[in-house]
């Protein structure tokens, strides 16, 4: 079974403060991403990474950054949290470019 | 217009009854598709991709469409677990992967 797993299911955080989500999976997959999911606007992506170190934009990249130095481990970085970043934070894998993607539970991140 | 559609629903079905619904995609360069079912408060899961020849697992079985750009899934005998959100996913590459905003269901007993 293929197994995403994220650092924290629920993190409140206060405005200012930076904040790391850490992602990890252990099926050995080359794509990783980052999404936040909103009530009626969906899942949005944030960044993704198809190799280590390398990382390109989504859709929605502002306010945040990424690391991946190790081929398992995908994190997302809020350099300065907003309320505005309040959201459900979903971390996925994926073995192949066009292959189906793997969800982690998801982070609830509360900013106040 | 949106690069995938969903019906929002709410689709409120019997329990045993046949439901399907429908997903349009407007990139013909889409190379996969996927549904994903997710409950509430909790992450998307895989329920099946879909081929072009269509494929069933169970009770469910979904449709690819080209020609007219859309893909479908129909839920046979529909349980009470059955309700959730279903979300329809195209993908053509890499970071090209569009999530619908998905149909809500509720079997009702």
């Known amino acids: 079974d293929v197994k995403v797993t994220q650092s924290s299911r629920y993190l409140v955080k206060r405005t200012g403060e930076k904040v790391f989500l850490e992602c990890v999976q252990d099926m050995d997959h080359e794509n990783m991403f980052w999404y936040r999911q909103d009530p009626g606007l969906g899942l949005r992506l944030i960044y993704f990474s198809y190799d280590v170190k390398m990382k390109e934009k989504g859709d929605i990249p502002e306010g945040y950054s990424v690391s991946r130095e190790k081929k398992e481990r995908f994190s997302l970085i809020l350099e300065s949290a907003s309320t505005n970043q309040t959201s459900m934070y979903l971390c996925?894998?994926?073995?192949?470019?066009?292959?189906?993607?793997?969800f982690g539970p998801g982070t609830r991140l509360t900013v106040t | 217009r949106k690069e995938v559609e969903q019906d929002p629903g709410p689709f409120n079905v019997p329990e045993g009854a046949t439901v399907a619904f429908n997903c349009t995609y407007s990139?013909?360069?889409?190379?996969?598709f996927f549904w994903y079912r997710q409950d509430c408060r909790k992450e998307p899961k895989l329920l099946m991709s879909?081929?072009?020849s269509g494929n069933e697992d169970g009770r469910f079985t979904a449709q690819l469409n080209r020609a007219s750009q859309y893909i479908s899934l129909l839920i046979r005998d529909s349980k009470l677990s059955d309700s959730a959100t279903y979300l329809c996913v195209a993908r053509r590459g890499d970071d090209k992967i569009i999530f619908g905003k998905g149909t809500r269901l509720h079997i009702l007993p």
């Open positions: 996925a894998s994926s073995p192949l470019s066009y292959g189906e993607q793997y």
């Open positions: 879909v081929y072009s």
């Open positions: 990139n013909s360069a889409s190379q996969s």
